[in-house]
């Protein structure tokens, strides 16, 4: 007898989690619907949006940017204790170059050269005599 009593109990668990079950798949369908809704709410709103401030403002104009290539990388130079100092921008896409007439200084972040200044301005025409201050 004991038996039958406990499956009876079975069976009556059961059924409450399938009903709780079907509750929570109806509720998380519910919420899905939902979500659906202010999602394609959203969307509307943001090209409408557009649409709006297209009739306000008119197409907007595409940004132009400068090509990086055409400017040219300033070098500045100054002289001490019968080195040419080299600094700026432009070392580093003049470094094989400069590296032939001195040596990088780390501790500066310049190019010491042994070099004269006929020659300097030979090979980097565009370098700019700045005094050390």
Excluded: A, R
Excluded at 16 to 26: A, C, R, S, V
Excluded at 36 to 43: D, E, G, P
Aim: no cysteine.
């Amino acid at each position: 007898m004991e038996k039958n009593t406990l499956n009876v109990s079975f069976d009556i668990e059961t059924d409450l989690f399938d009903q709780i079950n079907n509750k929570l798949n109806t509720i998380v369908d519910k919420i899905d619907n939902l979500e659906k809704t202010y999602v394609s709410l959203n969307t509307n709103l943001i090209e409408q949006n557009i649409k709006m401030s297209l009739l306000l403002h008119g197409k907007l104009e595409e940004p132009h940017f400068e090509e990086s290539t055409d400017k040219v990388k300033e070098l500045y130079y100054y002289s001490s204790n019968d080195l040419i100092i080299v600094y700026g921008p432009g070392t580093f896409d003049n470094k094989t170059e400069l590296s032939k007439y001195g040596s990088w200084n780390n501790n500066n972040k310049t190019w010491d050269l042994v070099i004269s200044n006929e020659t300097l301005l030979e090979k980097f025409p565009f370098i700019i005599f700045k005094s050390k201050e």
